[in-house]
């Protein structure tokens, strides 16, 4: 094809992550893919009998490493009581499938794979919460899709639509399966066929066009199999949220996420220039690539977002960029979070603005720390006790209170070392100390092992969860403080026995305001519902976050998670306008997955 022009070229590799990271997998996912849990099924935290904690498998760059410090964290900082045992269950149940018998026949020969396979079916009705990973390992998911059907091109997403509208079969897209708002749950009282439609067969990169950096993509493909296909041409997409190993373009594009190297590539809205839509009233076909466009309201903006409930998406054509000559990870230590907020704020005014730029509060500095692998020699551990004595005896830094701001620098050489002099001397002027390269590192690896570690959590029964929020600079203090009030107050009306883990990042930085990134969790002895308790928490949380000017989520979505908060975001007005447009394109509600309204 014309537009392709082919360079060798090397591969950024996201943090943490290794040269296995690219390596191909099976298509069958249920082969390498945790059945009720996180990740490869290779990859786990184990706890070994001298107390070390070691990530099994090799697939990152902390593989096989012990862990010493792990342990006695988790149980004096976080409350998790490693004494506790729950394990699993063998086996997730499934209801047998409900059979449409016409729309059987209708799609026979017409698909090249169709599984009624259980494992496939439940694979393909949930997502990663807390509470759907709960229900994997101790119940059973309420209703799950009746089967599987995998397209490999838009001609066929064309055909499964009409067959589907045909037969009035409920359809509900599949892209890497990573959201983290039951976006993926089918429906209890559902009584029609569901049928899920699996994007992975289709992740083709059809044209990349250097000259106009743009590229005509599947949706999918897996963030991390598109940037190894366009490392052939020495191009980027450089969408990188911490799901990239798995989650793909159609999903980002449904839930409007966002990547941890925004500031350099943008969130997905940014990125992408148009989108293919197969609705059950026709293909919203726009696969072009004009820098801008006066033509009425966008309605790549009616897609971006719409969660699985219009239509599937099956092709985009997004920006790419030149692969950085240099990608440098590095870090720098605040005395406190107040300073560290501080210097996050006055950094967004300076438009110096690296690739990723994080603050993480102490929890989750000294959640980093307890990853820390054993020094490889007694000359590294020699080192390692100076720099603490530096730190905190020279440096008087407390233990308890100094946090980290992780960054990574992407560019040119030139612009990196501009980016690097700007946001050192800027950290100086906050009492900044900057922590060296293997810390930042090892924060955004915290990140990819965040899904890992709660489910490790889990065995010990203690329940964790992340959630976000988008809100104004100066509402960012009192957000905090709130929630962290709140939840503890939740907690202690519930009879959690101990102080929860509550813990925050800033994690992105905009003109107006910040992203808040939160972990939450607490050991679940003694309470008979846990995964109720947690979901009230939870939703008290959110309605905190409201209350005080946050958003309802700044790229998680909604899914049905977060439905009720959609109209005190949005307004009646605002869900009456989705209601009827979803109206208009799906009026037999063939994506009938209820997300959003
Ligand atoms: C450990 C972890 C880290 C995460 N980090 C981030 C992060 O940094 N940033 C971020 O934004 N999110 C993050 N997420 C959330 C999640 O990865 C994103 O929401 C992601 O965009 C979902 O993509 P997916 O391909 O897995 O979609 P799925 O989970 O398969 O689907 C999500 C929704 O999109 C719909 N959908 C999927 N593909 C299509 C398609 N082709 N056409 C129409 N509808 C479709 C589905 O029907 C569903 O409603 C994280 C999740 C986890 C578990």
Same mark, same amino acid.
């Given at each position: 094809m014309i537009r392709i022009q082919q360079l060798q070229s090397q591969i950024v590799e996201p943090a943490g992550l290794k040269g296995q990271y690219y390596e191909q997998r099976p298509q069958n996912k249920l082969e390498w893919f945790k059945n009720n849990g996180w990740g490869y099924k290779d990859t786990k935290f184990i706890l070994e009998q001298d107390g070390a904690v070691r990530l099994t498998g090799n697939k990152y760059r902390f593989s096989n490493q012990r862990m010493m410090k792990f342990k006695d964290w988790a149980e004096a900082k976080v409350g998790i009581d490693l004494s506790l045992n729950c394990e699993a269950q063998a086996e997730i149940p499934a209801n047998p499938p409900i059979i449409n018998e016409q729309f059987m026949n209708a799609i026979q020969g017409q698909f090249n794979e169709i599984s009624f396979d259980n494992g496939q079916r439940i694979l393909h009705s949930h997502g990663h919460t807390m509470q759907e990973i709960y229900e994997l390992r101790h119940g059973k998911l309420a209703r799950i899709v009746d089967c599987v059907v995998f397209i490999n091109s838009h001609a066929q997403a064309e055909l499964l639509v009409k067959l589907a509208v045909e037969h009035n079969v409920m359809l509900t897209v599949y892209g890497g399966? *990573?959201?983290? *708002?039951?976006?993926?749950?089918?429906?209890?009282?559902?009584r029609r066929m569901i049928v899920s439609v699996d994007t992975s067969r289709m992740n083709h990169v059809r044209w990349v066009d250097r000259k106009n950096m743009t590229a005509l993509v599947e949706t999918g493909v897996t963030g991390k199999d598109l940037e190894k296909e366009l490392s052939r041409y020495g191009v980027v997409c450089g969408h990188e949220p911490d799901s990239v190993e798995f989650s793909t373009l159609g999903g980002w594009i449904s839930t409007r996420a966002s990547g941890m190297k925004k500031n350099r590539y943008g969130n997905i809205e940014d990125i992408i220039l148009s989108v293919k839509v197969v609705t059950p009233t026709g293909t919203l076909s726009q696969s072009l690539d004009y820098p801008r466009v006066s033509s009425g309201p966008d309605l790549n903006q009616i897609v971006l977002g719409s969660e699985g409930t219009i239509g599937i998406i099956t092709e985009a054509v997004i920006k790419i960029k030149a692969q950085p000559e240099v990608c440098k990870y590095e870090s720098i230590l605040f005395h406190n979070f107040a300073l560290g907020t501080e210097f996050m704020y006055k950094l967004s005014r300076s438009k110096v603005w690296p690739a990723s730029v994080r603050l993480v509060d102490n929890n989750q500095f000294q959640f980093g720390m307890a990853l820390k692998t054993m020094p490889h020699s007694k000359r590294e551990e020699f080192m390692d006790k100076v720099k603490k004595y530096f730190i905190t005896q020279f440096m008087q830094y407390d233990p308890d209170q100094m946090c980290l701001v992780t960054v990574v620098f992407e560019g040119t050489k030139q612009e990196v070392e501009f980016q690097e002099k700007k946001v050192f001397e800027l950290a100086k002027s906050y009492k900044g100390f900057r922590a060296g390269a293997e810390n930042g590192e090892r924060g955004y690896f915290l990140t990819y092992m965040i899904a890992y570690l709660r489910d490790f959590a889990m065995q010990f029964q203690f329940i964790a969860e992340s959630f976000e929020t988008a809100v104004g600079w100066k509402n960012v203090p009192a957000v905090c403080e709130n929630i962290q009030r709140r939840i503890v107050e939740e907690c202690s009306k519930r009879g959690v026995e101990k102080e929860p883990f509550v813990s925050f990042r800033i994690s992105q930085v905009y003109d107006t305001g910040a992203t808040i990134y939160v972990y939450f969790g607490f050991g679940y002895k003694g309470i008979s519902d846990p995964v109720k308790c947690y979901s009230e928490i939870e939703d008290a949380a959110r309605e905190e976050i409201m209350k005080n000017g946050g958003s309802i989520s700044h790229h998680h979505g909604v899914g049905k998670l977060r439905k009720q908060f959609m109209q005190k975001q949005i307004g009646d007005t605002g869900v009456e306008i989705l209601k009827r447009i979803k109206q208009q394109i799906d009026p037999k509600n063939i994506f009938g997955n209820q997300n959003l309204i």
């Open positions: 399966g *990573t959201n983290v *708002t039951w976006a993926l749950q089918c429906p209890k009282e559902e």
